[in-house]
């Protein structure tokens, strides 16, 4: 059976820069000369660096879990990865320390070392590990989340796990969980999710619609005011991650969908849901036009003159809205 050593990739990534940031190298032969990442494979794994300078190294970095085990028994040798490739060719394959930079680029979360029965060491750079639970300290990043018709909603995953099936874990603040519980019961029975969410005064329930009452379900957890909604009835994926970026133009929409087909609303995520008008202009040429996103009802209005202006509705909506639409929102009917 293969072992498999799972690194935190920045933190592999910040050991390799130090390599690559020295001049000189500690090891035999060719990799003396080269920065490389220093690989001991026993045990519970470790990763450090082969350059010397005149700061200090950095401490060896543990592998945060080992799968499999390996089968042989005798002392495994250090393995050396170099990092550079001291002469590249156009044809040649990108260099260990780029493809650490741009894993850490694309949010991948894990280096991962296998070690094969005979002895052969490869290394992948993995995006996510499965889990049942979270550990303690895992990380939590701000990103998009949908599932089915619901979303995307603004919520925090935890940055480099998923669960069985390959959802996201996920955690929402009350505003956007009381949004959630609202957009459920817009939904016919038959496509809802197999939980409730009651958002009453400041706490977040789960209902299993099965257990026919209200009911907090105790892994709900709420931390730093985020509540976890997540588990086998919310199958979340990332709709996207939150790049902070500012629009090159200031515009409502922009373009979205793999053929870039699809519009999509820049204040509240929602897809292809606008209502659109125009009309001949009041400056007597052209036409001025309005646009409005049904989710969150920002509106865009351009005409001849003064071009195109913005008017984004506070997202996710503030109490006063939300109670004006859970009164016009069907109730929840109680089984008996
Ligand atoms: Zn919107």
């Not at 609202?182 to 029975?189: G, Y």
């Amino acid at each position: 059976m293969t072992k498999r050593l799972w690194f935190n990739l920045a933190a592999v990534t910040a050991v390799a820069e130090h390599a690559a940031s020295c001049n000189q190298f500690r090891a035999f032969g060719a990799a003396g000369r080269r920065p490389c990442l220093l690989v001991d494979t026993a045990g519970g794994g470790r990763i450090g660096s082969n350059g010397r300078s005149d700061t200090p190294s950095p401490a060896w970095l543990p592998a945060s879990y080992v799968d499999g085990r390996e089968e042989r028994h005798e002392p495994t040798p250090a393995v050396l990865l170099p990092l550079t490739d001291p002469d590249p060719q156009p044809w040649s394959e990108p260099s260990l320390l780029d493809v650490l930079r741009a894993g850490v680029h694309r949010r991948m979360h894990w280096f991962t070392i296998e070690v094969a029965s005979n002895g052969a060491v490869t290394h992948t750079v993995v995006a996510s590990r499965q889990r049942v639970d979270l550990p303690a300290d895992v990380s939590w990043v701000p990103a998009h989340v949908a599932a089915g018709e619901l979303g995307p909603y603004p919520a925090q995953i935890a940055a480099g796990y998923h669960r069985p099936g390959g959802s996201a874990f996920a955690r929402f603040t009350r505003d956007v969980a009381w949004w959630i519980a609202l957009d459920i019961r817009h939904l016919p029975r038959s496509r809802q999710p197999g939980e409730a969410i009651r958002v009453v005064d400041e706490q977040v329930r789960r209902m299993p619609p099965a257990a026919g009452g209200e009911r907090a379900n105790a892994d709900v957890g709420e931390a730093d005011g985020w509540w976890r909604i997540d588990g086998p009835a919310w199958p979340w994926t990332v709709a996207d991650h939150d790049e902070y970026d500012a629009p090159p133009e200031p515009s409502l929409t922009q373009t979205w969908g793999p053929d870039g087909d699809q519009e999509r609303c820049v204040v509240c995520h929602a897809v292809d849901d606008l209502d659109h008008d125009e009309m001949p202009s009041m400056v007597g040429y052209g036409h001025d036009t309005w646009t409005r996103c049904r989710r969150c009802g920002s509106t865009e209005t351009t005409d001849p003159m003064f071009g195109i202006r913005v008017h984004p509705a506070p997202w996710p909506p503030p109490r006063a809205r939300q109670t004006e639409l859970d009164r016009d929102a069907p109730t929840i009917r109680r089984r008996p």
